[in-house]
């Protein structure tokens, strides 16, 4: 089979059907028995290194990493944004189609202590927000929409997801602007949880449609305004205190 890349290290990993824990000659090694030189390997290791395919450290030396999509997904697109900041927006169009796409199996997966969880992250949540002065969950934020997509068999759903959460906070979109935001945002994750537990899954798919359009009218700190928070059968309105 013809190579789809031009690196002589990747192709002595996959050559070999080297697994993820294996080690790699050092080097000097690899250099006599690829006649590469040294300096080519070098730069050859930097990029498997930043791609996620393999771990280099001083003791242990070149070992070959489970395969992560994500790496290779956020290095180009934070050089993406780096050029153009409104690439963002279509990324996230992306991962909103992506993550539509995959909640029906996605869901179907979820086990109870998966539940319990995605239900803990939706408490602290509201635990934030209801400190004085409100905390925005934005580490919950990220946890709860992967905690959904976790059970998937999929590294290229799960990379293309990660790498969206990274881009979500290079782009400042985690800085607490405005509570009433946030709190129509975790209302709607509230609602969504819920009705992931209860096995109303439509119900929670239509959820996650609706919710991922609030980023397209998120306030900035100089809109200040009122939200119409959404109400939702069988899910009780959380009550959240003023800031």
Not at 161 to 175: I, N, R
Request: overall charge negative.
């Amino acid at each position: 089979m013809p190579r789809a890349y031009e690196s002589e290290l990747l192709d002595y990993i996959t050559s070999r059907c080297l697994k993820p824990g294996d080690q790699l000659p050092p080097l000097e090694k690899l250099s006599d028995e690829l006649d590469v030189s040294i300096g080519k390997l070098r730069e050859q290791l930097e990029v498997a290194r930043v791609l996620g395919l393999v771990e280099v450290r001083p003791r242990t030396g070149i070992r070959v990493m489970e395969y992560d999509f994500a790496p290779a997904v956020r290095a180009s697109l934070m050089f993406a944004l780096a050029c153009n900041r409104h690439l963002f927006e279509a990324y996230s169009e992306l991962r909103n189609h992506v993550e539509f796409a995959f909640f029906h199996e996605a869901v179907a997966l979820l086990t109870p202590e998966d539940h319990r969880e995605l239900r803990e992250l939706i408490a602290r949540a509201w635990q934030k927000l209801e400190e004085h002065p409100p905390r925005i969950p934005h580490p919950e934020h990220r946890a709860l929409h992967l905690t959904i997509f976790r059970r998937l068999n999929n590294p290229f759903v799960k990379g293309l997801l990660e790498a969206y959460w990274d881009a979500y906070e290079a782009e400042g979109l985690s800085v607490f602007s405005d509570y009433d935001y946030l709190h129509e945002v975790w209302t709607y994750h509230e609602g969504i949880v819920e009705a992931i537990v209860a096995g109303e899954v439509d119900k929670a798919h239509q959820l996650l449609i609706q919710h991922t359009k609030l980023l397209q009218r998120r306030p900035t700190p100089r809109t200040q305004r009122r939200s119409t928070v959404p109400s939702f059968s069988k899910v009780e309105q959380p009550q959240v205190a003023e800031s």
